[in-house]
Structures are given as C-alpha cells and as structure tokens.
C-alpha cells in the first residue's frame, strides 16, 4: 500500500507564511537547489509550468516530499482561468504513477483568500487526483495582468529511483474578448485547512491529515461560510482508503456534494471520474445564515498495521451572492 502522501489543501496553508516572511522553517520540506528548474510558456489560451527535470528519490528520512523552489510569475495581460489539468512524466515523455507527485499548489499574493483570513489566495492546485477541472462555459477566475502569482510543487521523495522526473500544470485560458463571469475561489476540509487554525488541530491530526484507524471510519466536522455564493463547480481532494466525502447543509436537511472515487481492490486510489465531480451552471447555494457539515469516509483493511493518515477536501469555484434559482438541490436532480 502507498503511504498517505498528499497534503493538498493543507499544504496551501503551511506553507503560506513561508511566502510571507520566511518564519516557520520547521514546517517546511527540504527544497531541491540544484538540478531544478521552472518554466512558464504562454500560448493563445493555455498557460502551462514546466517543473523539473529532477531525479528523484530526493529529500531525507522522514520528509513527506522535496519541494522545488517556489516559482514567481506574472501574466502578460488580464486573462480568465476556466481550467486546468496536471502530469507527470519523464523528461523523455513517459507516463509516471500519479503518486510520484506529492503537491502542486497556485497562489495569488495580490488577492486575499475568502476560507482562510489573512492568507493569499489558493486558487488551482492537484494532489494524488491530479483531476482535470474544466469549469462551466462562461465562468472563469480572473488572473489580472501584475498579479504575483506563485507556483510550489514537490514530489514524493519515497518514490523509486527514477531520473529526470517532471511535471506540468496547465491553466486553460478563456479566448480573448470572450465574456466570463468570475468565480471565487473557497477552500473547505475535514482537516483543518488554514495555517491560521493549525493550533486547533487535535491529536489525531497532522500535516498528512487526520488517522485513519482500522475498519470502517466517518470523520464529520461543522463548517460556517463566510460569504454567500453559488457553487459552479468543486474540486475534490483525497487519499487513498478513501470511499466518500460529502458536504451536508444541515439546517436545510440538504446533501450537496456525495464525492465517491474510484480505488483498486485494495483502496488504493485512482482518480474521481467525471462524473463524480460536481460541474454545473445553475450550482447550489451556500449561505452565511446556514450551518453546514463536511463529512469523510474510509475504510483501513484490517491486516495493515502502518500508520494511515487521510483528507476530504474541496475548492469550491463560486459565484458570489445567491444562484438564479435558490430551491435547486444538487442530488435532487
């Protein structure tokens, strides 16, 4: 079995005071200084980060994944994010197990995040997934021409000794002139996913997640928003052992989001198919006003005796203030 490699949405907020003022070194993976390199080519609506090549394992006992240097970059012009995919791959263009990537995170230091008070913005990043996210036709997130945006990446140091690895992340771009209407971007978890509130987290909780012990287990935590939004769109997170998250307006008795990925017989992730990530134009409403509650599901086999960690995670792509029709119910349909 894979360990618990992905720290996703957490990751975003451990490392974010990094970006700030270069404290809490002691969060931080080692970061690759040699051999290492990250480009960025713009083309008429994509914008892809070429990272790597680096050989891998790399890192030292006991580290989650080497992180390669924080990339800075900026667009040369206002443009629309409507999407956005990841691979990895040798540099002579071989496939590699989605596994050998630990993390790519996207940051906007120019624009605040709505979730996590007082942090840049999180708005595009894959984990273990590595899903494709296409959103809605006609919604994007606006990237301004000056924003500082950044790029961190690492990869799994336990993965095989494997030469010259790399990867990409590819932002699809609304063609020029083309009318978008803008979504916000809002992060929400079972694990606590802001830096800010790391000190809540309880002792089952770390920087890989929440313990997952053996059998069946169901992990719920309440969650209060702090915007009013329609939801366009949600990018699902999640380890392996993984069998479902979901998000539950408690208040209105409503199930949003059921999110089931597909696994190997033995739990070990594959992907989130299609059509088990939410993708829709008419989107459900979220309130202020309402309570809410995020739920998790595994299942440890019971012969393992290693340590197991998981997330449930979502980025949910919005639009701010109520949908065009508040009685819709996702599941309903």
């Known amino acids: ?6 720290t996703l949405f957490a990751s975003i907020c ?4 990094v970006l700030a003022d270069g ?16 480009t960025v080519t713009f083309d008429a609506n994509t914008v892809t ?24 970059f900026q667009l040369p012009k206002d443009m629309y994010m409507v999407g956005y995919k990841t691979a990895v791959f040798t540099k002579e263009g071989k496939p590699l197990p ?20 007082g942090e840049p913005l999180f708005f595009a990043g894959a ?47 609304a063609p020029e002139g083309a009318p978008v209407k803008e979504l916000d971007v809002y992060q929400v978890g079972i694990n606590i996913v802001c830096f800010s509130k790391f000190s809540q987290r309880g002792p089952d909780q770390t920087d890989e997640g929440i313990e997952i012990t ?16 329609c939801v366009k769109f949600a990018y699902p997170h999640g380890h392996d052992e993984l069998l479902m998250i979901g998000l539950d307006n408690t208040t209105k008795k409503q199930t949003l989001l059921r999110t089931v990925p597909d696994v190997t017989q033995d739990g070990s992730f594959r992907e989130f198919l299609p059509h088990q990530v939410y993708n829709d134009s008419q989107g459900f409403p979220v309130t202020k006003a309402d309570d809410y509650e995020m739920v998790m599901v595994h ?18 792509y919005m639009t701010p203030g109520a949908c065009p029709t508040t009685s819709n119910t996702p599941l309903a349909k």
């Open 299 to 316: 299942h440890h086999p019971l012969q393992r005796q290693e340590a197991h960690h998981g997330m449930g995670n979502y980025l949910l």
């Open 214 to 229: 053996s059998g069946v287990k169901v992990h719920s935590a309440p969650l209060k928003f702090s915007m009013d939004g």
């Open 98 to 117: 989605k596994n050998y990537l630990h993390h790519i995170l996207m940051l906007n230091n120019d624009k605040p995040s709505v979730s996590c008070q």
């Open 49 to 72: 980060l070429t990272f790597g090549p680096i050989d891998l394992p790399a890192g030292h006992d006991g580290d989650l994944a080497a992180s390669m240097p924080k990339h800075n």
């Open 23 to 38: 404290d809490h070194d002691h969060h931080a993976v080692p970061t690759l200084s040699h051999q290492t390199t990250t």
């Open 127 to 173: 984990g273990l997934e590595m899903t494709e996210a296409r959103f809605p036709k006609g919604y994007g997130v606006k990237l301004a021409k000056g924003d500082h945006l950044m790029s961190i990446v690492a990869f799994y140091h336990k993965a095989p000794i494997t030469k010259d690895v790399m990867a990409t992340f590819t932002m699809y771009m």
């Open 14 to 17: 451990l490392v974010t005071p």
């Open 1 to 6: 079995m894979r360990p618990a490699l992905l």
